[in-house]
């Protein structure tokens, strides 16, 4: 059975720094590529980030750009987003995804975690 | 940037209902389309991937169509349990952007 769990999360200043982790099991993590998707407390969705199977390719949204980065430790199973230069805007529940693409990137969410929360707050 | 817009915004329907979802992108996708069932408090979970292709597991109840910009997502007998909020998602160009939504309710 495929599993994400998300930690990380917590409350934080605007300006701050977190890193979320995401461990999964229940699938050969080094097939595919991962993603992290935001959704804003009673928003839609929105996709922040992907990273390639090999961690060679990393793709980021306009709006985080420049202060979040993507990685992964394939040898723990672990996807991980290191958030800086945080703003109020970036208050939302992040989700790990896994792409249903083995060995390619279809930019399909087959699978998620449950989220962590990030709130951004003076 | 590809925009994704999803109508109705919202829904009300009954059990044994059909219901049609539409989704329109700003510029051809091909059938680069995927739609998400989302309900409260959970992670979305992916319904129909290549416009209209059936995720592994999910009822046959739920269809999707179309091509070029224009989608639907139609359950064809709602059931209770697919009262929740449904996105359509452009899986073509980067940034790969969702539609806003579209929540059905019950009558």
């Known amino acids: 059975e495929v599993q994400l769990v998300e930690s990380g999360g917590v409350v934080v200043q605007p300006g701050g720094s977190l890193r979320l982790s995401c461990a999964a099991s229940g699938f050969t993590f080094d097939d595919y590529t991962m993603h992290w998707v935001r959704q804003a407390p009673g928003k839609g969705l929105e996709w922040v980030s992907l990273?390639?199977?090999?961690?060679?390719?990393?793709y980021y949204a306009d709006s985080v750009k420049g202060r979040f980065t993507i990685s992964r430790d394939n040898s723990k199973n672990s996807l991980y987003l290191q958030m800086n230069s945080l703003r109020t805007e970036d208050t939302a529940l992040y989700y790990c995804?896994?792409?249903?693409?083995?060995?390619?990137?279809?930019?399909?969410?087959?699978?998620w975690g449950q989220g962590t929360l990030v709130t951004v707050s003076s | 940037d590809i925009q994704m817009t999803q109508s109705p915004s919202s829904v009300s329907a009954s059990v044994g209902d059909r219901v049609t979802i539409t989704c329109q992108a700003s510029q051809g996708i091909s059938s680069w389309l995927a739609w998400y069932q989302q309900k409260p408090g959970k992670a979305p979970k992916l319904l129909i991937y290549a416009a209209s292709s059936l995720q592994s597991g999910v009822p046959s109840r739920f269809s999707g169509s179309g091509s070029g910009t224009d989608f639907t997502l139609t359950i064809s007998s709602l059931q209770p349990e697919d009262f929740a909020t449904y996105y359509c998602q452009q899986a073509n160009s980067f940034p790969y952007s969702f539609g806003q939504g579209t929540k059905l309710e019950i009558k």
């Open positions: 995804a896994k792409d249903r693409g083995a060995g390619d990137t279809a930019m399909v969410f087959d699978y």
């Open positions: 990273i390639s199977w090999d961690g060679g390719s990393t």
